[in-house]
């Protein structure tokens, strides 16, 4: 890359707020993770890393880019293409869905406290809370269980998001490159990366999936790396320890992750983009 831009990845407290136009404030969330990246083609902007605890806390996030990225293209909408062992696709009830309907974008306050104690704990509503407020546009899921289908879900506003689940990374990869989506958010939960069925903190008997195989999906040489990148607009990262065996587990996951796509400054490493 021709241009370098101090870069990193901090850690940031619950109680930090700084001013960003057009919202009161912009607060971040307990035990997350955030970088800068420099996006791969419009290198005079920037996009943000987030890495988290619980998978619900990338609701925050995708609100947040979405709101930004709609202050300069209006009614744009990502795709979200996500990584994860379970679905998390439980839909709002009706009573969420008014919570939701009463959310105040504009206040990234109030969105954090829904955030943390408003949405579901099992962190499995986040998705298609987000899609009934037409912060996500279609779905799609790459698996570790289950059939491939295709669904829809009518968000708050009555449109149509496609649900799109595949267990095979192929077809999965496939998907995304004939769609050819120009705004995606990337998100993926480490237990994706971990062989069977996970009972909340299990430690026994846990198998993470070897670097080789891990380095095979998350491969920035691959054309469906070299596709996607170009076109991310975020990237949120799930840990889940407890769904991982452990603590130890996800974050040798992450570090075999960051390491594909990242220098030790948090820099994407050299890729020839098509």
């Given at each position: 890359m021709s241009k370098t831009k101090p870069a990193g990845i901090f850690l940031s407290s619950i109680n930090q707020c700084i001013e960003i136009p057009k919202y009161r404030t912009h607060t971040r969330l307990e035990h997350t993770l955030k970088g800068l990246l420099i996006h791969r083609v419009l290198e005079e902007r920037d996009i943000e890393l987030?890495?988290?605890?619980?998978?619900?806390?990338?609701?925050?996030?995708?609100?947040?880019?979405?709101?930004?990225?709609?202050?300069?293209?209006?009614?744009?909408?990502?795709?979200?293409?996500?990584?994860?062992?379970?679905?998390?696709?439980?839909?709002?009830?009706?009573?969420?869905?008014?919570?939701?309907?009463?959310?105040?974008?504009?206040?990234?306050?109030?969105?954090?406290?829904?955030?943390?104690n408003e949405l579901d704990a099992h962190n499995d509503g986040h998705l298609l809370s987000a899609a009934w407020l037409n912060l996500i546009g279609d779905v799609i899921l790459l698996k570790n269980y289950g059939m491939d289908q295709k669904d829809s879900w009518m968000d708050g506003d009555g449109q149509a998001h496609l649900i799109?689940?595949?267990?095979?990374?192929?077809?999965?990869?496939?998907?995304?490159?004939?769609?050819?989506?120009?705004?995606?958010?990337?998100?993926?939960?480490?237990?994706?990366?971990?062989?069977?069925?996970?009972?909340?903190?299990?430690?026994?008997?846990v198998q993470v999936y070897s670097d080789e195989r891990i380095k095979s999906i998350i491969n920035p040489k691959n054309q469906f790396f070299q596709h996607l990148l170009p076109r991310l607009e975020g990237i949120t990262l799930a840990r889940e320890p407890r769904y991982c065996g452990g603590v130890r587990n996800s974050n040798h996951i992450l570090d075999v992750i960051l390491n594909q796509l990242f220098t030790k400054q948090l820099e994407w490493k050299t890729l020839a983009i098509n």
């Open positions: 987030a890495i988290f605890k619980d998978h619900r806390y990338s609701f925050f996030d995708w609100l947040k880019w979405t709101c930004q990225l709609r202050q300069t293209q209006p009614g744009v909408t990502p795709t979200l293409v996500t990584i994860d062992w379970h679905r998390d696709l439980a839909p709002p009830s009706e009573d969420e869905r008014m919570r939701l309907n009463d959310l105040n974008q504009q206040n990234l306050n109030e969105v954090r406290e829904f955030t943390l799109l689940e595949f267990k095979d990374f192929e077809a999965f990869s496939s998907e995304v490159l004939q769609r050819n989506d120009q705004h995606i958010y990337l998100d993926i939960d480490l237990d994706y990366f971990i062989h069977n069925k996970v009972s909340p903190y299990q430690r026994k008997d």
